[in-house]
């Protein structure tokens, strides 16, 4: 497998990248690339921790460091990064110092290495869990073509996400331009794209949404339209089919776990229920008895999941699935988590807020259907005294507001008169899942 | 105003309180939904308050061919859903 070095000088051209109002051409990072590594052979072999400062730099650190580092951690802010012996890059003014002394090993710029690419899922606890890939899982989807070659893609994800990642490789890998505008407002990411001439777009459903609320979206003359990240409804499909009636549009199924992208392009929701018997697709599917979609791809999967592989070598991806007029379509996720427009949410760290007020004996937290959002937060708690419910809503809230991200807060509290417990005991949250769906 | 104008800006007022926004004054028909003072996450609570009063959801009940982009098209598509119940 070459490395994403290789892979850019073999390009017959590459392309630009845009961001924070700046310009670079890919070629320039390439060089800076292998300034970095003339100036740090230290770093040879090493595990770095790489953090986000902006587009250009981030994108030279990937080229400088695949292949020729042993493990690359994407680190999001504030995330705690895993122990062990990881070297920070950038390097602070000490390290880089500190480093610099050290003595160089020696080793020849043609060694590469399989070098192993960590991201991060946040955990229930909100401790991250990491997740390992190879570069040649990262890049299965990515292709080159000519016209390709020819789009402008819109980076609207943060790039050290499994969904940001795609697209800056697919992008780098074609050989076209890429215009970042992940952390803008929908107007300003509209007129961003505009300016950028872009053509290629990749979003979760409810970005889609945002996007044609603005009215403006048909302005953009988009070849390729991209969703992923949350499931995607028919209406979204359809409202964008209707105003790029010829552009490429695929949905994507992808599993950070797994590593694993299902691209579906006939427009309809869910993928046709011939997959699961599919030999000519790059990963093996299933259902099993308990409505879980299993996959089994054709390369190695990450370690962590070992507990979650039958026999057979289908590792479970906890999605679960329900078969609709030979549709596979996605409902939602078996361990509860919603998601909130692309952003997970942990319904026990939302309990554990919600039962932190004196008067909540028992919470439960799960998800409603929400066509802007995909899902929203609800709860439904039981309380000691119900003497004034508008005011300990109201307490809850701010609680809430104090201790969670703001798509964490429920949208919605329930005061109920109990809730329902499976026979083990645990708070059963499948029945909402199920209620809402059908 | 209509009531059911009225209504729609009262729950607007209440997500943009619950989510420390701050609506635009006035908000106009043609004023963007955008441009409001809510963002994407507020309009997603907004439905769903405003399902709570209403005791409907027109972006599930109906296909909606368009999304809305101003506050005159939004008050529309209820208007429909409300003229439907």
């Known amino acids: 497998m070459q490395s994403l070095l290789q892979q850019l000088k073999n390009l017959p051209k590459t392309g630009v990248i845009t961001y924070e109002g700046e310009s670079c051409a890919v070629s ?13 052979p230290q770093l040879y072999q090493g595990d770095i921790a790489l953090g986000y400062t902006h587009l250009a730099e981030f994108v030279t650190a990937l080229i400088a460091f695949d292949g020729w580092c042993s493990a690359i951690y994407l680190c999001p802010p504030n995330v705690a990064i895993p122990q062990g012996e990881l070297i920070k890059w950038p390097l602070s003014g000490d390290a880089a110092m500190d480093d610099a002394t050290k003595k160089q090993p020696v080793f020849s710029s043609s060694e590469v290495v399989q070098t192993k690419w960590y991201m991060a899922t946040s955990g229930t606890t909100g401790e991250p869990k990491w997740y390992s890939h190879s570069f040649e899982s990262l890049t299965a989807s990515s292709k080159y073509s000519e016209q390709l070659q020819s789009m402008c893609w819109a980076l609207l994800y943060q790039p050290f996400r499994f969904a940001g990642l795609q697209v800056v490789l697919q992008a780098l890998l074609s050989g076209a331009n890429l215009v970042d505008a992940a952390e803008n407002e929908p107007l300003v990411q509209i007129a961003l794209l505009k300016q950028n001439k872009t053509t290629a777009i990749s979003a979760t459903p409810s970005l889609w ?21 949350e499931i995607a409804d028919q209406s979204v499909l359809d409202n964008l089919s209707r105003l790029f009636p010829k552009a490429k549009l695929r949905h994507i199924y992808a599993s950070t776990e797994t590593g694993v992208g299902l691209v579906v392009s006939d427009g309809l929701a869910g993928f046709p229920l011939t997959w699961l018997e599919s030999l000519a697709l790059p990963v093996a599917l299933k259902v099993s008895d308990t409505q879980h979609l299993m996959v089994k791809p054709n390369f190695k999967v990450c370690q ?17 699935v329900e078969i609709k007029e030979h549709r596979v379509l996605f409902i939602g996720r078996a361990t509860g988590t919603i998601n909130v427009g692309g952003n997970k949410v942990y319904p026990e760290k939302v309990e554990q807020v919600l039962m932190q007020s004196a008067n909540v004996s028992q919470a439960k937290v799960y998800p409603k259907k929400s066509a802007l959002m995909g899902e929203l937060v609800v709860a439904d708690i039981t309380v000691l005294n119900a003497d004034d419910p508008q005011q300990l809503k109201t307490q809850i809230l701010i609680n809430c507001k104090n201790q969670l991200q703001r798509f964490e807060i429920p949208t919605k509290i329930n005061i109920v008169n109990n809730i329902a417990h499976d026979p083990s005991g645990k708070l059963n949250r499948k029945l909402n899942r199920k209620q809402q769906h059908d | 105003m209509t009531n059911l104008e009225q209504q729609i800006k009262h729950a607007m007022q209440q997500v943009a309180d619950l989510s420390d926004c701050a609506l635009v004054e006035p908000i106009e028909p043609t004023t963007l939904l955008l441009e409001c003072g809510l963002d994407s996450l507020g309009y997603a609570m907004l439905v769903a308050q405003l399902e709570e009063d209403l005791g409907f ?3 599930t009940e109906l296909q909606i061919d368009i999304y809305p982009s101003t506050f005159a098209e939004f008050l529309a598509i209820y208007q429909q859903c409300a003229n439907n119940q």
């Open chain 1, 28 to 40: 320039e990072l390439i060089q800076k690339a292998a300034e970095i590594k003339h100036q740090n």
């Open chain 2, 57 to 59: 959801d027109p972006f």
């Open chain 1, 209 to 229: 949404r945002q996007l044609l609320m603005t009215g403006q979206l048909g302005d953009l003359k988009l070849q390729y339209i991209t969703l992923g990240g």
């Open chain 1, 304 to 320: 962590t999941l070992s507990a979650q592989t039958d026999p057979q070598g289908f590792v479970d991806t906890l999605d679960i």
